[in-house]
């Protein structure tokens, strides 16, 4: 027989845990990664509490309170989320499920638990799961530091600079389709596109942040392509290149994006352009290859 009183209550804190977590994760895209866990350990202490209120219950009855009020708790909580547009609706019979297996392992553990001072026991057990969960929401803030790209082209730093700095120049090994406006303010486009035009969909367009002739260029994506998956994050993202002359022959380039941010989309862009920025370093680096000449 299920103590209702003790339902009552144990589904209100495990509501409490679940709405609280995901209206932050509606924001915060790093809480919204831990969803599932959060969401299973909220009703595993909701399956606690119950057993606490419902002490000197038989095992079977405790761990169905704890079944039900883990999976109450979720189902709001899964509910809440689903309106907010952050799951799909398909997520609230498989996360409703999980949940109530965990309040009923809850309910379970409580039996043994609770058997002295249960408050105590489960405001100590509730403080652990949500450190612990807020720690691994900043472990989840990942790396918001530069991306770094260097080598070495085997050619003059200025002609190094000219391949970057001139239409003709970035059509000879960026793109079939590229022209730039050398001035602070200015535009270098390019398409990636064969079949695509300067001025269409695909083309993604750079500002000029500044430049030091021969020596650094910092651009800022302006415009991006159609279809592009970090529409947001790109916005805060701006990149510098270097070029340092030495020898007549050899430039070393150094391609440095900043601007990236702890949240989900920034930290996934952050890999798109660390594999992006390492990817054109090499073609420009073919693109003097000595076996080339």
């Known amino acids: 027989m299920i103590n209702t009183r003790a339902l009552l209550l144990a589904t209100l804190i495990g509501t409490i845990l679940q709405v609280g977590m995901v209206v932050a994760g509606h924001s915060n895209k790093s809480i919204a990664g831990l969803f599932a866990v959060g969401g299973m350990g909220f009703s595993l202490i909701a399956g606690l509490a119950y057993a606490m209120w419902a002490r000197g219950g038989t095992t079977p009855s405790l761990v169905l309170g704890g079944l039900a009020a883990g ?31 965990t309040g009923a392992i809850g309910g379970l553990i409580g039996k043994f638990l609770f058997r002295a001072s249960g408050v105590a026991v489960l405001v100590v057990l509730t403080g652990v799961w949500t450190r612990a969960d807020a720690q691994t929401t900043n472990a989840a803030a990942m790396d918001t530091s530069a991306v770094v790209s260097e080598g070495i082209v085997e050619a003059p730093v200025r002609v190094v600079w000219e391949a970057w700095a001139t239409s003709d120049g970035l059509r000879s090994w960026l793109a079939p389709h590229a022209d730039i406006d050398l001035r602070p303010g200015g535009l270098m486009r390019t398409n990636y596109s064969a079949n695509g035009s300067i001025g269409d ?23 991006s392509p159609k279809g592009f998956p970090f529409a947001n994050a790109i916005q805060h993202m701006w990149t510098v290149i270097y070029f340092e002359p030495l020898s007549e022959d050899r430039t070393r380039l150094r391609v440095v994006g900043l601007g990236f941010r702890s949240d989900s989309e920034s930290q996934l862009m952050r890999a798109f352009f660390d594999r992006g920025n390492a990817t054109t370093l090499t073609q420009l680096q073919r693109r003097f290859s000595p076996t080339r000449k």
């Open 201 to 223: 969909s695909l083309t993604i367009e750079n500002r000029i942040l500044s430049l030091d002739p021969g020596r650094m260029l910092s651009i800022q994506v302006s415009r």
């Open 71 to 101: 999976a109450l708790c979720a189902l709001i909580g899964i509910s809440v989320s689903y309106m907010l547009g952050d799951v799909p609706v398909s997520l609230l019979a498989l996360g409703t499920l999980s949940s109530a297996v």
